[in-house]
């Protein structure tokens, strides 16, 4: 049997009994002293900062607590090199403006330590030991056989019912999938789902199974207003045991209703998404789909890396730990539509609430155009590329481009051969028919897109692969169109022999070395260990 790994508290301050007394196991303390420093743990075998005065990794995942008497929350430079969204401390402590400040940005939470309960609580809500998430496809629904209306199914983009649902409310449709919560766990289901709120109108119902047994032990209903104000189904299964979760939506009325995936996942004390600090956008014109973006300002300096997280069916985030490698602040930026990703392509309303985040956060870091990098691999080239021309930055960083999203569209019958259905659903979803004209369309729109930027103070970077199967074109195009429009740019590139995934190892490992040559060369920054070849 695996023994769990414990979560380590830091604490700075004088020992609390009553928050000592009721920590659960999963919590693993460390008290330190309350004038407990940088100097200090040189000295010590805490070792929280390596002797480049960077944090130690085996606390990027800590929690740090700061009673209102610790000397740190005095200290800019120790603070900075803290991670975001794990930081706690005494509502009573008098802070400088330029600490409040820090604090605010890395999403620091006040308390009243006197309440030992309420800090627990949070904690055990905040800081799971693994953060779980998934989605129920669209594969796994099934029609109530008593609905005798219309139903369409238009690949995973959408799963569209029209007709009488009842004049009471009836089971519409439930999810074969089962799952699982365990005891003492908090999750939430958030549905993709659309409908006429004139003449429908739905409820989804969330059932607890004991195992081994067919009778439902508990229910959760969730009215359509209720999901529309606070977006998601949040469920406690306060049982010492766990059960399974089934789901089931209940509707009345006549008119369409449109469904997708329905995503389950950790819910958290402040409402995060998906990790601490996590938030997600809308795309109130496509079912509500979710973006999600996680924002760490780091030290603060220049500049503000943007990563756009490839293709994957997997919930959550990807690249945290090695944008945390570099150092600098950075947006971590994940889209978990259709089966793994739309292409961070979408309403206008959603691709402009992209281009706000990242702006607001350059704006909220002091920083200018010259100071962003955007940067992606496979379908995160899409975003880095796409969104270039609206923020004009100093660096794109991508490995095996994808911009032609319809000729990725037209390979899959050929040169792949069945391997990336997804690609078929992002030219229905975004462009309603899977033709060969439209595919041919698309591909000039979104290129059309690229070339309206101003690209004379942007440099690239880029790894693509010779014979690639899903986008064989956009390198060319790319580096034909920057050499004739802005012949005095810096154009990095490196190809590599095979497919699209033949060697995503030398792809990923030459995107990690152009990072730190551009975070070296452009922005002055340092490192004694580095990746790449």
């Known amino acids: 049997m695996s023994v769990k790994k414990k979560l380590k508290v830091v604490y700075f301050g004088e020992q609390i009994e009553a928050f000592l007394t009721h920590l659960p196991e999963q919590f693993d303390p460390i008290i330190l002293p309350a004038n407990y420093d940088m100097d200090q743990d040189q000295e010590s075998a805490v070792h929280l900062w390596l002797k480049n005065k960077t944090l130690n990794p085996k606390y990027r995942k800590a929690i740090f607590i700061f009673s209102k008497e610790a000397t740190i929350l005095t200290q800019k430079e120790a603070l900075l090199t803290l991670p975001s969204y794990r930081l706690m401390y005494s509502h009573q402590t008098e802070l400088l403006s330029s600490i409040s400040y820090i604090l605010a940005a890395k999403g620091a939470y006040a308390f009243d330590f006197s ?37 369409i199914k238009k690949g995973h983009t959408q799963l569209a019912l029209s007709g009488h649902f009842g004049d009471e409310f ?28 004139v003449e429908a109108d739905f409820l989804l119902k969330v059932y607890f199974i004991r195992k081994n047994s067919v009778m439902f032990e508990k229910e959760f209903v969730f009215t359509a207003d209720e999901l529309a104000t606070q977006k998601v189904a949040r469920f406690y299964n306060e049982a010492d045991e766990e059960m399974y979760l089934n789901f089931s939506l209940f509707a009345k009325g006549q008119g369409t209703i449109k469904v997708a ?5 950790n819910t958290f004390a402040d409402q995060s998404y998906m990790i601490p600090g996590g938030k997600s956008i809308q795309d109130k014109q496509n079912l509500g789909m979710e973006i999600g973006y996680y924002f760490e300002p780091a030290d603060f300096k220049p500049p503000l890396a943007v990563y756009f997280s490839g293709y994957r069916t997997a919930e959550g985030f990807e690249g945290k730990n090695m944008m945390e490698a570099f150092g600098s602040p950075y947006l971590l930026i994940s889209d978990p539509r259709i089966e793994g990703g739309n292409f961070y392509l979408g309403s206008d309303e959603l691709e402009q609430q992209l281009i706000d985040i990242i702006q607001k956060k350059l704006n909220y870091l002091g920083f200018s155009a010259q100071d962003l990098v955007l940067s992606g691999l496979s379908m995160g080239t899409f975003g880095a590329l796409y969104y270039a021309s609206d923020l004009l930055p100093k660096a794109v960083i991508v490995g095996k481009p994808m911009m032609s999203l319809g000729t990725v569209a037209l390979n899959e019958r050929i040169k792949r051969s069945d391997t990336f259905a997804t690609s078929l659903d992002t030219l229905l979803m975004n462009t309603g028919d899977v033709t060969v004209e439209k595919a041919l369309a698309f591909d000039a729109k979104l290129f059309e897109k690229f070339q309206a930027g101003d690209y004379q103070h942007t440099m690239f970077a880029l790894a693509y692969m010779k014979q690639d199967d899903y986008d064989d074109k956009i390198f060319t195009q790319v580096y034909t169109f920057l050499k004739q429009k802005f012949p005095l740019s810096k154009v990095l590139h490196k190809g590599l022999v095979g497919r699209h995934n033949d060697n995503t190892q030398g792809i990923v490992r030459w995107f990690v070395k152009q990072y730190y040559n551009i975070l070296e060369t452009q922005f002055h920054r340092e490192y004694t260990n580095k990746g790449g070849d």
């Open 261 to 265: 995936h329905l995503h389950v996942r």
């Open 115 to 151: 309440d030992a309960v309420t800090m627990i609580e949070f904690m055990e809500k905040q800081y799971a030991e693994i953060v779980y998430g998934r989605k129920l496809e669209m594969d796994y629904i099934k029609v109530a056989s008593r609905f005798q209306g219309k139903v």
């Open 170 to 197: 009836t089971q519409l449709l439930s999810w074969r999938m089962t799952d699982l919560i365990e005891a003492k766990q908090w999750l939430e289901a958030y549905l993709e789902i659309q409908h006429d709120q």
